[in-house]
């Protein structure tokens, strides 16, 4: 990538599929940016640049990338796929950009007090991962078709969902009396089928009909 290509890239700001780090600081909180990457759409995460896009770079860059470089090989499971390009703005600084492509190996996870914990990309931000979110991510990847039958449950969701326009797990389990469990299988098993979204968020998911916006 040229320097002008990487600034053209940056002047789009934080997104989806875009992160900035000034420098490669605490690696082991930026690896759940890579992770969420993965597991969502892929993307890049630069390392030199400010959080308003400023292309700044940063001295010994090469030193940055090493840093990053250790963080992906001991702190994601699985190992994670990324390319990696270095792009130099004078003799003493530069910009390391990481290509994270969607991973067939999602979803991609950390370790952290002897739990899994999984990210995934919501707008601009990186948000950890529910059960739900990690069923969905897991068997996503498997190109068969969901079947499932239209029973009492489904009804009941169908129901709810054109009251509310969407709906929360602990919504649908209590409006519909089911046990946790059921009523999280039943979600997970809607969404595979194309029939509903997941909304990840900080606080609590929550599910609408596909292309639905609320």
């Known amino acids: 990538?040229?320097?002008q290509e990487l600034k053209v890239l940056a002047s789009k700001g934080e997104g989806l599929t875009l992160e900035f780090k000034k420098?490669?600081?605490?690696?082991?909180k930026i690896v759940r940016e890579l992770i969420a990457l993965a597991n969502t759409v892929g993307g890049y995460l630069l390392i030199g640049v400010d959080d308003d896009g400023t292309v700044s770079g940063q001295r010994f860059i090469e030193e940055e990338v090493f840093?990053?470089?250790r963080a992906i090989k001991e702190f994601i499971f699985p190992s994670l796929p990324y390319e990696l390009d270095q792009i130099k703005l004078n003799e003493k600084k530069g910009v390391a950009l990481f290509k994270i492509p969607k991973s067939d190996e999602r979803p991609h996870f950390l370790w952290e007090k002897n739990k899994k914990k999984s990210f995934v990309r919501v707008k601009d931000r990186t948000v950890q991962a529910s059960k739900e979110v990690w069923e969905i991510l897991k068997k996503s990847k498997k190109s068969e078709?969901?079947?499932f039958t239209y029973g009492q449950k489904e009804e009941a969701l169908m129901k709810l969902?054109?009251?509310?326009?969407?709906?929360?797990?602990?919504?649908?389990a209590k409006h519909a009396k089911l046990p946790y469990f059921l009523a999280s299988r039943t979600l997970i098993r809607l969404t595979l089928a194309n029939v509903l979204e997941i909304h990840p968020q900080e606080?609590?998911?929550?599910f609408t009909l596909k292309d639905q916006e609320v």
Not at 23 to 28: G, H, R, T
Not at 203 to 206: A, P, R
């Open 1 to 3: 990538m040229t320097l």
């Open 23 to 28: 420098k490669a600081a605490f690696p082991e």
């Open 67 to 69: 840093v990053m470089e």
């Open 145 to 147: 078709d969901v079947v």
């Open 161 to 172: 969902l054109a009251e509310h326009g969407k709906i929360t797990l602990k919504e649908y």
């Open 203 to 206: 606080s609590e998911d929550y």
